[in-house]
């Protein structure tokens, strides 16, 4: 299978400031949020980056998606290099994390059409396909409503819409069932699954281990910033359950009690 | 009570230990105190005479004992220059006078029976340079005499189109100027640091659109907002400035003799300077993280154009273009130049070109600004 997506050795650190120094309480000025980190994900496949809070994968999902650089490495999505083509790059995934946020004046519908506008999608596809999904998801509902006027589960569903609007093949979804009633969240796991079925290269970040069992063939636990391990999902788990082996391979990256 | 204490504790650490609520505490008192005395540097130096000026006086006699007297005093105590000139025929005095020739009329006639002899001194109090001489000369020749053996008369030669057209020129481009960067630090702040407060500037960000197209379409759309908001205050200045006149000075009819021209000259610098705003405040909102913090930042650079405002108020100070090189202060020479009917499309030209350089750098600034993920993403 081809790849759809490859990161080479990536590395990513930032400047702390003596407010974060605090908070963090450290002396180093420096915090490397991503080391030497790579992966490759398979065409058609949905690829699970798992990992505790600050293990780096929101940062190694945010250099694939080219809202930040990173320090070294780079990461080469359907054949365009994040490190020399970022605005090819922008073009050709869809990327959605709970750090995007819509504007609470304008409606779902006009920021479907105002997105859609800034991807450069034909008026008319662009109208049958915010009809497709309106309805799939239920927007229709609330087309009109202001996004001020929306529950958390309306917003995650319509940001979800928006980050899709120019169809592309490669998706990026940061947490993507975080926040969520059970009902949203199976809505958006169902969508995955579709996706999928539409020959869509996923790439979600979680730390929902039932998520990863059900929806991905391959999956990376990141711990400290590093890959620990990555492979397809039956490779990584061996017979065992996902949970027993991520706590497994944390003990003996961070030692102690997990 | 011991309750009380402990909110006034905790409100007072809100308040003095935060740099944001500080600066807003003490910086408007350090702007009051900027503008007020850059206004009265800048009165005393538009009521104080000038030293390079030959200040020319026409009187109506060869020889007066009072005018002689005041005229040597002047010349032994005053650094100014003045030249007397005879000129019998008050006609001809005021045709002079009107000319700019003259700057002072001093006119003597003799008292009727039982009455006392008078001068009437011709004056105008939107002149500057017939103010100054007036406000040395007339003190000088009211104090020659111990006892009231004359009377002056002092009478103003300024036309209400000219009152009209100073108090416009000297409040006009001060106003437009703050009411210009107060629209623009509005929208501007909301625009850019409000999206990057809540979040909605990286989902623009992470769409293929070059952030330098990002860049330039926010600039325009808040230049177009801006300037609809400065038009407003622009035409509401117009208009309100006869009522504020009529109501503070009695029996003046306020006129503006000014034609499309000058109109269109002052929108031509609106509309570049709002621009020119624009790109300086969305570059303060860029590096800003929320609005609060951009207002905050904004503020000094309001006191700094309040004070270049304030140098209106000396009217047009250089012909010379090449002063019109200098951001804002252009601005305000320009508006200064035509608000005096003294129009010079080359300063306005200079102005332009030169506001433009300033626009199209801060775009370029303004695109590395969106780029940078220390910028935008600054938590």
Do not use: W
């Not at chain 1, 650089?69 to 709970?98: H, Q, Y």
């Not at chain 1, 999904?133 to 319509?158: C, H, N, P, W, Y």
């Not at chain 1, 120019?166 to 579709?194: M, Q, R, S």
């Amino acid at each position: 299978m081809q790849d759809a997506l490859i990161v080479k050795n990536l590395v990513k650190s930032f400047k702390l400031s003596r407010k974060q120094q605090r908070i963090e309480k450290t002396n180093l000025k420096v915090k490397v949020a991503v080391n030497g980190l790579s992966f490759t994900a398979k065409k058609g496949e949905i690829y699970g980056l798992l990992g505790p809070n600050g293990a780096g994968k929101t940062t190694t999902l945010r250099i694939i998606s080219t809202l930040i650089k990173a320090d070294e490495g780079d990461a080469v999505v359907d054949g365009v290099s994040v490190r020399d083509n970022p605005d090819g790059v922008r073009s050709k995934i869809g990327f959605l994390t709970s750090e995007l946020k819509l504007e609470d004046f304008f409606t779902p519908n006009y920021l479907y059409d105002y997105f859609s506008n800034l991807h450069g999608v034909d008026k008319e596809i662009s109208e049958k396909r915010k009809a497709k999904l309106f309805k799939k998801f239920g927007i229709d509902r609330f087309a009109e409503v202001k996004v001020a006027d929306l529950s958390t589960g309306m917003k995650q569903k319509v940001s979800l819409v928006i980050s899709i609007v120019h169809d592309p093949d490669f998706i990026i979804f940061d947490e993507p069932t975080n926040g969520l009633d059970v009902i949203t969240a199976k809505t958006v796991t169902d969508f995955l699954t579709d996706l999928k079925v539409e020959g869509k290269t996923i790439i979600i970040s979680t730390h929902i281990f039932s998520l990863v069992e059900k929806l991905c063939d391959r999956v990376g636990v990141i711990i400290n910033g590093r890959m620990v391990v990555s492979d397809t999902l039956t490779g990584v788990c061996n017979g065992r359950s996902l949970e027993d082996v991520f706590f497994d391979l944390y003990k003996k990256e961070v030692g102690g009690n997990a | 009570m011991r309750n009380i204490l402990v909110i006034i504790k905790k409100e007072l650490k809100r308040f003095f230990t935060d740099r944001r609520m500080l600066i807003s505490l003490f910086l408007p008192g350090i702007i009051l105190y900027l503008v007020y005395s850059l206004m009265g540097n800048v009165m005393g130096d538009v009521f104080s005479a000038d030293e390079e000026h030959v200040y020319k006086v026409a009187i109506n006699v060869e020889e007066d004992l009072y005018i002689d007297s005041a005229f040597s005093y002047m010349a032994e105590n005053s650094q100014i220059k003045f030249e007397k000139v005879v000129i019998k025929d008050r006609e001809e005095a005021k045709a002079k006078f009107e000319n700019e020739e003259i700057d002072l009329i001093v006119s003597y006639q003799k008292g009727a029976e039982g009455q006392l002899d008078s001068y009437q001194v011709f004056y105008n109090s939107t002149s500057p340079e017939s103010t100054a001489i007036y406000g040395e000369f007339i003190p000088l020749l009211s104090s020659m005499s111990a006892t009231p053996i004359y009377s002056v008369v002092p009478t103003d030669l300024a036309t209400d189109e000219d009152t009209s057209m100073m108090i416009t020129n000297m409040m006009l481009p001060f106003l437009l100027l703050t009411f210009l960067f107060s629209g623009c630090m509005a929208v501007a702040t909301e625009s850019i640091a409000g999206e990057k407060e809540r979040g909605t500037i990286a989902t623009l960000l992470i769409t293929p659109v070059k952030r330098s197209h990002i860049a330039f379409g926010k600039v325009i759309a808040l230049s177009v907002t801006a300037l609809v908001s400065a038009t407003v205050s622009f035409v509401s200045v117009i208009l309100s400035l006869p009522k504020l006149m009529s109501g503070s000075m009695e029996g003046m009819d306020f006129k503006l003799g000014y034609g499309a021209t000058e109109y269109l000259g002052v929108f031509a610098i609106i509309v570049i300077t709002v621009l020119m705003f624009t790109v300086i405040l969305s570059i303060v909102s860029t590096v800003a993280k929320s609005v609060k913090e951009a207002t905050s930042y904004a503020m000094p650079v309001m006191i700094l154009i309040m004070i270049v405002g304030l140098s209106g108020m000396l009217g047009a100070s250089s012909t010379n273009p090449v002063s019109c090189l200098i951001p804002v202060y252009n601005s305000v020479q320009c508006m200064s130049m035509i608000f005096a009917q003294e129009f010079n499309p080359l300063c306005l030209l200079y102005t332009v070109l030169s506001n433009l350089a300033v626009i199209a750098l801060g775009i370029v600034v303004l695109a590395k600004l969106f780029s940078s993920e220390r910028v935008m993403f600054n938590k």
